[in-house]
């Protein structure tokens, strides 16, 4: 964000400039109801203690990290010490598009420590973006986006356990809107989540559901989550095994994610022991370098009608011509809307440096030329017709 140091959470679907997010005056209030702060347990605050839920991962999912063409490692904060250090500049924006409500919800906290309470001893940039893409109303996607990063912020382990924390904090987040619903059923929806969160020069994204986030790394579009598909072969066979089945692309024939939070009303979807539908993040991390130029977060709204280079090169000749994250979101956005994306649009854009992404030169190929036996002969021809 061009001002720092704010948090800013738009949960609004209206069409006007106040969609864009660049910083505020102060922490907003919480945009919750009652029932979503203290109604858990009998008035009482929240207690992340009793949220939490053992991070028992389906053996599908205990793969290695995909495999990218930036370094992809483990992070933790002592681990953010990289002579690189990030500037980083936010913008976001969200339109309700052709739909008749709008569930996208955003989340932006560029000094996320400081914000929630946090102590940053050597200043390194710390911040946490979030989307996230109601369904069956937007109850689940405002109560994730304000708790998700509370969550994360109050586990004991981060920020020495980035990861951990943050899978941990999904689990905890999903827990607690489970037992909001007992107590108000008409809370019942769901809500896929993705949490982008920079410390120092690590960049850790989280996702659960088919959300989007996509590093430019010099110009190159570098896909930092994989979307979620009940037809994607991994993720099929993790329902199957989990008791759900996939009909006609849908899990269950109701869905047509096979991760997100929320959902509980949903017969046969989740349930104490686990459930074809999973909050469990898949987590990708890397170093940023200074070759990164910028991240691009948003709904599937955004991906129906981009595909993540298409967005890359779009948004970076835009931050080229007024280097503003906050116009390059709705940018983005319009352009969606120019489409005919038929989806709610929300979309969040970082920079990591000052100034507007390089204009790339494009080296020179050096041409190998080469002839053939019968030229060389006609060649051979005509020198010894100067000899002669």
Known sequence: ??????????????????????????????????????????????????????????????????????????????????????????????????????????????????????????????????????????????????????????????????????????????????EACSLDVDLASGTTALAALIIGSSLVVANAGDCRAVLCHRGKAIEMSRDHKPVCSKEKKRIEASGGYVYDGYLNGQLNVARALGDWHMEGMKGTDGGPLSAEPELMSTRLTEEDEFLIIGCDGIWDVFMSQNAVDFARRRLQEHNDPVICSKELVDEALKRKSGDNLAVVVVCFQPQPPPNLIAPRVRVHRSISAEGLKELQSFLDQLDA
């Open 1 to 178: 964000m061009e001002e720092g140091n704010k948090v800013n959470i738009d949960i609004g679907g209206g069409k006007s400039s106040e969609n864009g997010i660049s910083g505020c005056e102060g922490r907003p209030p919480n945009p919750l109801s009652a029932v979503y702060r203290h109604g858990l347990t009998s008035g009482q605050p929240l207690d992340p203690a009793s949220c939490k839920k053992p991070l028992v991962r389906h053996h599908s999912l205990q793969v290695k990290k995909r495999a990218l063409d930036i370094s992809v490692e483990r992070l933790s904060i002592n681990d953010c010490d990289a002579k690189y250090v990030p500037v980083l500049r936010s913008g976001a924006w969200s339109d309700i598009g052709t739909r008749s409500v709008m569930e996208d919800v955003l989340v932006c906290a560029d000094n996320f420590l400081h914000d929630y309470g946090l102590k940053n001893s050597d200043e390194s940039p710390s911040a946490f973006y979030g989307v996230f893409d109601g369904h069956g109303g937007k109850h689940a996607a405002d109560f994730a986006c304000y708790h998700l990063p509370r969550f994360i912020a109050e586990d004991e382990d981060f920020p020495m356990e980035i990861e951990r924390a943050i899978s941990s904090a999904f689990l905890q987040t999903d827990n607690a809107f489970a």
